[in-house]
Each structure stands twice: as C-alpha cells, then as structure tokens.
C-alpha cells in the first residue's frame, strides 16, 4: 500500500508540475487549456491503448485454435497412455515388465493402468508445460515493451506500478496458473497412484456382479485430499516488482521539475 500511495503521490505531483509548466510557457490561458487537453489525450489516452497493440504486433502470440492444434499433433504422436494396448508405450510396458520380472501386466503386483496414467499425465503435463512457457516468454517480452513506454507516457507507468504492487499483473497471473496447474498435476497423480496401488487390473476388467465393489477404494483416500491453497507474494516482492514502475514516475517528476525550475528563472529573468 505505501508503493501505491507514494507512486499515485509522485503522479499527482507531475501532473500539477506540467500543469504549471504549461503555464508558464503558454501565454494565454485558452491556449494553455488546449495544450493541457492535448497532452493529457496522448499520454493519458492515446500511448496506454496503442502501447499494448504495438506490442503484440510486435511480437506475436499463437491464437488458441493454433494452439490446440499443434498441442492435439503432439499428443497423437505421444500415444493414448489410457490404452494399455497403445503401440506408443510399448517400450514403456516392456520396461515395466522386465523391473517386475512378469511376462503380464496382470501379473505385475501393481495395478499397469494406474502406472501408465501416471506416466501419460507426466509425458503430458510436461507438453503442456512446454507451450505454457513458450507463451509465458512471449508475454513477458510484450508486457517489458508496454512497460518501456512508460518513458512515453507516465500513465502506464503509474498503471504498471498499482498492478504489480496489487498483484494482479502478469507475473501475479502466472504465479497463481502455475500454482494452480502444479496442484492439479499433484492431485491427479495422487489419484493414478491411487489406481495403481489400491485397485487391482484384473478387477477394473471384471464384469462380475462383485466387480464395482472391489474397484471402490476406502473413503479416507478421498478425505485425505489436500485443499488448494495459494501462497501469495510477500509485502516485500510485491513492493519490489513495482520498483520499475516507480522509477519511471520519479523520472517523469524529476525532469518536469527541472523544466519547470528553468521556465520560472527565464521568465523571471525577461521581467
């Protein structure tokens, strides 16, 4: 809260320097309204939502639909780990065999599809992962050049600063996506070793009346989920990503003040 109440502080104080400014090198006041109207169009309207546009046509970001095709092309290469008959993963199969010593997957003393989930949910989380930072990298390198035009335009600075001291700019958007993504990758290999420790092969492919019964587990299992629970950034990290964003806004201050100090001694000088 301080980082934001010092940066609007710092801000505010700009605005009545320029305005100050202006009227000293503008002699009439209707002409200084006027210029006053147009500097706040540019920097307060016109840079902040033509900044982002320049950015992403700078460095594009692939739409959902090329994402999900090229993640669907990987994923058929990779094979269907649900299929405990895939082509793909026989290598996988033959190596959980010889670790065992079986020649079957129902005699392994482990249940073979919990054991390919958990591989399949690794083989594709990391695919995932991988498209996941490559757009990450991507975003960040578009939000460094909204936030470089800050030199342009105090507004964006300012913006930048309250967004990362509230932590909700992009890296507070990716911290919770990765935290969150980090949590269902844990629970849902809990629930495949689950599978494969506590629910026979042979049992999930019997068709007997008894069958549903022995494929249940103990209801503790499920009461021993862990909740989400976020971690959010301390006082100090937040304060430290808005530091750029500050600086800015200081810089913007500083200059005008010098502006405004050598306007004043010219002007006291011609009188």
């Given at each position: 809260m301080l980082m934001i109440a010092v940066g609007y502080f710092a801000y505010l104080a700009l605005w009545v320097i320029v305005i100050l400014l202006v009227s000293v090198l503008v002699r009439r006041s209707r002409d200084?309204?006027?210029?006053?109207?147009?500097?706040?169009?540019?920097?307060?309207?016109?840079?902040?939502?033509?900044?982002?546009?320049?950015?992403?046509?700078a460095i594009p970001l692939e739409n959902r639909l090329q994402t999900d095709v090229a993640i669907a092309r990987d994923l058929r290469q990779m094979g269907d780990s649900h299929n405990p008959d895939d082509p793909h993963f026989a290598e996988f199969k033959q190596k959980i065999l010889d670790r065992y010593g079986v020649k079957r997957v129902e005699d392994l003393p482990v249940n073979y599809s919990g054991v390919l989930a958990i591989e399949g949910e690794r083989m594709s989380s990391e695919l995932f992962d991988r498209y996941a930072s490559e757009s990450y990298r991507a975003q960040e390198r578009q939000n460094s050049l909204v936030e470089g035009a800050g030199l342009l335009s105090p507004a964006i600075a300012i913006r930048s600063l309250s967004m990362a001291a509230a932590g909700t700019d992009f890296a507070g958007h990716r911290r919770f996506l990765?935290?969150?993504?980090?949590?269902?990758?844990?629970?849902?290999?809990?629930?495949?070793?689950?599978?494969?420790?506590?629910?026979?092969?042979?049992?999930?492919?019997?068709?007997?009346?008894?069958?549903?019964?022995?494929?249940?587990?103990?209801?503790?299992?499920?009461?021993?989920?862990?909740?989400?629970?976020?971690?959010?950034?301390?006082?100090?990290?937040?304060?430290?990503?808005?530091?750029?964003?500050?600086?800015?806004?200081?810089?913007?201050?500083?200059?005008?003040?010098?502006?405004?100090?050598?306007?004043?001694?010219?002007?006291?000088?011609?009188r």
């Open positions: 200084a309204l006027l210029a006053l109207v147009a500097l706040w169009a540019v920097l307060v309207v016109l840079l902040p939502r033509v900044a982002p546009d320049v950015a992403n046509a990765e935290q969150a993504e980090a949590y269902r990758y844990n629970l849902v290999q809990r629930l495949n070793r689950l599978q494969a420790n506590s629910v026979r092969y042979a049992d999930e492919r019997a068709e007997d009346a008894d069958a549903d019964r022995r494929k249940r587990v103990a209801a503790s299992n499920w009461t021993a989920m862990p909740d989400f629970a976020f971690r959010a950034p301390t006082g100090t990290d937040l304060a430290r990503g808005a530091l750029p964003g500050l600086a800015i806004i200081l810089a913007w201050l500083a200059a005008a003040s010098v502006l405004l100090i050598i306007s004043t001694r010219r002007l006291g000088a011609r």
